[in-house]
């Protein structure tokens, strides 16, 4: 999981933060945004409490930064890629596929992504196997890291984020994101107006119905559906096959 400090996807340099006092800050942020589950909050709230000087500092210096000139350029760039794919004729699958091999982090062969598609940095933080196939309107939140595994298959509108913003509305107010990657396995289908949510594996084979809201990991050779998503039925061997 990493965790920066993004108003509306700008960059800010944090190699400046203290190591210690951003590992602090980053269980204050998952206390807050209900990431934890109570036993573990216990815990940390107790033990973080001893330690309220080091996030005083750690928020003085996250106040103190600047924005990242080259990070800005950086999502420029993936940007501007984004946007002639999008503007594509039909007609020009090959060039579809030059800018898909330039635009994500990795992708495989005879990967086919219906136009027009959506994501904060253009695909740069995502990783997609072979023979992978989305309908138009996919969305994929990429400030984190995205792993799609061969032969997937994504309906319309579909949403796949990493990036979250805390509930407390004090660190909201400053803009505070953190990131936390997103892994589909191999030959998932995820149908139309699905939204995954930072932090989600789905394992192999499994389907996931349209419109469903993933908040939690999907187990493999599994049907779920729903909001918040979950496991109606095993898929058997027949069904595998």
């Known amino acids: 999981m990493s965790l920066k400090h993004f108003p509306c996807g700008r960059g800010f340099n944090l190699h400046k933060t203290n190591l210690f006092a ?3 800050y980053f269980m204050k942020v998952l206390i807050i945004s209900g990431f934890l589950g109570a036993g573990k909050t216990t815990f940390i709230k107790a033990m973080s409490n001893t330690l309220n000087r080091d996030f005083v500092i750690l928020e003085n210096e996250y106040a103190s930064l600047n924005v990242d000139e080259d990070i800005l350029k ?7 890629l984004l946007y002639d794919y999008n503007a594509t004729r039909p007609r020009e699958s090959a060039r579809r596929t030059g800018l898909l091999e330039q635009m994500f982090g990795s992708i495989g062969r ?3 992504i219906e136009p027009p598609l959506h994501s904060n940095w253009g695909g740069r933080h995502v990783y997609m196997g072979d023979f992978v196939y989305a309908n138009f309107n996919l969305t994929l939140v990429d400030d984190g890291e995205i792993y799609i595994g061969s032969h997937c298959m994504m309906g319309p509108n579909v949403t ?6 805390p509930v407390e509305p004090g660190l ?3 803009g505070i994101q ?3 990657p997103v892994h589909i396995g191999e030959n998932v289908w995820i149908g139309a107006g699905a939204v ?5 594996t789905i394992g192999d084979n499994s389907v996931i119905g349209a419109g469903s809201v993933v908040t939690r990991d999907i187990p493999a050779n599994v049907v779920a ?8 039925r095993t898929l058997n061997e027949e069904e595998s096959e």
């Open 22 to 24: 951003k590992r602090i």
């Open 74 to 80: 950086e999502q420029m760039e993936c940007m501007e």
């Open 110 to 112: 005879d990967c086919y």
């Open 160 to 165: 796949i984020a990493t990036a979250g913003h």
């Open 172 to 174: 909201r107010r400053k």
């Open 178 to 180: 953190f990131n936390m």
């Open 196 to 200: 995954v949510v930072p932090g989600v």
């Open 225 to 232: 559906v729903g909001n918040p998503c979950r496991v109606i």
